[in-house]
């Protein structure tokens, strides 16, 4: 079995992607689709992959 690993930027992008669509459906929708320990989880692992990788911070990013 073979392991794939991503950049810090492939996982930055991909996390900004989850938490954004999260945001739209829980403030536009009005119908969150993940659970908030869910949402949690996803937010501490994009402020960690930050602060490891601070070049990656962009104002588009849901810590900012």
């Known amino acids: ?7 810090p930027a492939a ?13 739209y459906h829980y403030y536009v929708m009005d119908a969150p689709i ?3 320990a869910t949402y949690d989880a996803e937010m501490r ?9 601070p070049e990656l911070v962009t104002s588009n990013s849901p810590t900012q």
């Open 45 to 53: 692992s994009l402020r960690e992959l930050e602060r490891k990788h």
């Open 34 to 36: 993940v659970s908030d």
């Open 1 to 7: 079995m073979s392991t794939v690993e991503y950049s």
């Open 11 to 23: 996982l930055h992008a991909e996390c900004c992607r989850k938490i954004h669509l999260w945001d």
